[in-house]
Every structure is written in C-alpha cells, then in structure tokens.
C-alpha cells in the first residue's frame, strides 16, 4: 500500500518473481482499458513476467464499483492461492482496500434510470446545487463529500430515491466481515514529503515523454467518449492526469498550465492516500529507499 509514486508497483513486481507471486491490482484507474500510461500501468513485458489481475476490467465509460472489485478480487486471491501462488496486493485505492478488507454495507445497487435524471438535473442547474439538495436531505453525507465530486454525490442521491434512507444511514449500519486469508500490511512511503513530490513530478514528465497526450487523444477520439454528454463526469476520465489533459486538449489551459495542475493535482492526491494510509492501524511503515533491508525482512518472517 502507500501513495502513488511510491514505488508499490515495482516492489511488488520484484516480490512476485522471487517468491512465485501474482500480483491483484488495488487501484481504481487501472480497471479501464486505455487508460496506460496516464495510469502507470504495467507495461506488456512485465504483465508477461508475473501475472496480474484487475486490469483492463471496464471500458472508461462503464462503471466500476468498489463492491464489485471487493468480490472481484477476492476470486482472484482464492484463485492465486489454489495454484499454490503467494497473491500481492499492490495499490493505493484506499476504498477498494476498505471494501476488500472490512467489507461494504448492502446499499440498493446502480439504477440506471435514476442516475439518468440525477444526471439530466446537474446538466441543467449543475453540480454545486445538487450537492445542495443532498444536503438537505443528508447533511452528514454532504459533509464529506465535495460540491465538485459529482461521482459521489450522484450515488448518494440515487441511494436515497431508491431507498429513502440517507447514504450515511446505510454506511452507519454497515456489518463488517473477516477476511479470509491472513495478511502483512505494508505502506511504502518516503520519509520526507520532497521525496515523493520529486518522484511525482519526474514520473508526470516521464509519462509525457512517452506518449500521454497521444493516450488522451485516443480516448477522446472512441465513439462513446466522443459522444457523451458529460466525459469528465466518468470516474476514468477523472482520474489524476486525465482531466488536466481533457481541459488542456480542449484549449483551456496551456502546456505548463496543464503540466502544473496535473503535477499539483496528483500531489492532491498522495496527501489523502496518506490520510486514508495513516488510519490502517496493523499495517507497517517503510521508507522504501531507506528501510528496504527492513522490507524484505518483514516478507520474511511473514511467510516463515
């Protein structure tokens, strides 16, 4: 676990070659297809050296709920262990961890009819009014989510026209599960914050060296991308990174403009995995530089 750039990716590439590994991925970008570079996902070459789940799962436009990843991976982790493999988590999308470790509550599943209108009515008095509405109708879920997070508050909303009873109502009577297979927590994070920025920064421009925009450019170009009414509401396209590049493909922004936001914006993003990582009490902290020594000798005494 730990924040992006972080290094998970690599440790656990190297753990699953030396110790006859699969690797499930935790991240909540890599399930789309399309989405590669962007997303630092596992190139080809590595993806044929050790195998790897939970990519390429969904098509950017189609969802892709932490329920379904909950399940989705749990099969794969009973199937990894079958085979006699040593199944690696590897990630740092903190409600996928939640949902896979602790379970979520049993909230009305997707109605497509109802997200269709919540949609039609943000497409006409916007976001920032419907997270209003949800206020009144759920202060507590409206206090956590943001008026620009349109994702979130079109699920809250949904769930309560299905139900008729608040999202946070539902969260509060949410019944844990036992997960069933022991584990070892590790959160790689660098010690100093100047650290992981740097290693931020040199990725993005790396990322950009290798083709990003072009990436962009071929999501934009697929018909049902194309023609929806709203791309930068999908949860893909909102990924870090890629709603910098939609905004700057589309002549908002300029080039350093972008490179700053998406940088700034992906900065955002490893300070709330960092919040989210420091509320995983049993898990262990590793400067993955400094502690690798201390690394490999906790992988040790876990697996005897």
Not at 147 to 170: H, M, N, Y
Not at 209 to 230: S, Y
Request: glycine share 8%.
């Amino acid at each position: 676990m730990g924040p992006t750039a972080s290094g998970k990716s690599a440790l656990a590439l190297e753990w699953a070659r030396r110790f006859d590994g699969e690797i499930v991925s935790v991240d909540s970008a890599l399930v789309y297809r399309g989405l590669d570079i962007g997303a630092a996902k596992p190139t080809r070459e590595e993806q044929a050296q050790v195998r790897h789940h939970l990519l390429d799962v969904r098509e950017p436009w189609q969802p892709y709920s932490a329920a379904e990843f909950a399940g989705d991976a749990e099969a794969a982790l009973r199937r990894i262990a079958a085979r006699g493999k040593l199944p690696i988590l590897a990630g740092g999308t903190g409600l996928y961890f939640s949902a896979l470790f602790d379970g979520l509550s049993p909230m009305p599943e997707a109605d497509a009819g109802v997200r269709a209108e919540i949609a039609a009515e943000a497409e006409r008095c916007g976001w920032p009014a419907m997270h209003v509405v949800l206020a009144r109708i759920d202060a507590g879920a409206a206090a956590k989510i943001k008026p620009t997070d349109p994702q979130r508050i079109q699920r809250a909303l949904e769930v309560f026209r299905i139900s008729g009873k608040p999202i946070s109502q539902w969260q509060r009577e949410s019944h844990g599960r036992k997960f069933p297979f022991r584990m070892l927590k590790l959160v790689l994070a660098p010690r100093e914050r100047s650290v992981l920025h740097e290693r931020i920064e040199r990725r993005f421009d790396a990322m950009l060296e290798t083709g990003f925009l072009d990436e962009v450019h071929r999501l934009r170009d697929m018909p049902e991308l194309r023609n929806h009414p709203a791309p930068l509401d999908l949860p893909a396209i909102r990924a870090v990174g890629y709603r910098q590049a939609w905004a700057f493909l589309d002549g908002k922004t300029t080039a350093g403009e972008f490179r700053d936001k998406a940088i700034f914006a992906t900065r955002q993003l490893a300070k709330r995995q960092l919040t989210w990582l420091r509320g995983e009490l049993a898990a262990r902290w590793f400067d993955p530089q400094a502690e690798r020594s201390g690394l490999d000798e906790a992988l040790r005494r876990f697996l005897g």
